[in-house]
């Protein structure tokens, strides 16, 4: 049986999104950020990761979570030579991570 997404605020659950979804999400996100147009930037790569807690394994956001393996994905986007990594869980809720903790590992 597959784990639920965590619930977002409110708790309202959002249907699970696919990594190529979530990284379409992410890069209109980038985009907008950076005032360019979506296809200015490049998906590099996409995977499947569990994170350690809903903070999505993002090294700034922790402590502020209980741990919880979150099932999700790494989406990671260049633009003018820049990287930018973003993780997510399976419902499409993303955090850009500057300072990145190391996933519990991908899914099998």
Known sequence: MPSQ????????ARPE????????????DLAQRLG???????????????WPDQGLGCA?????????????????LVYAGQRYEYHADRAG????????AKPLGPIR
């Open 36 to 50: 360019v147009a979506a296809d200015q930037i490049e998906v590099a790569s996409t995977g499947e990761r569990t």
């Open 60 to 76: 700034a956001r922790k402590g502020l979570y209980e741990p919880a393996p979150t099932p999700g994905y790494i989406v990671v």
């Open 5 to 12: 997404p965590p619930q977002p605020p409110g708790g309202t």
């Open 93 to 100: 809720r993303f955090l850009r991570c500057d300072a990145p």
């Open 17 to 28: 999104r696919s990594a190529g979804q979530v990284a379409a999400q992410i890069k209109a």
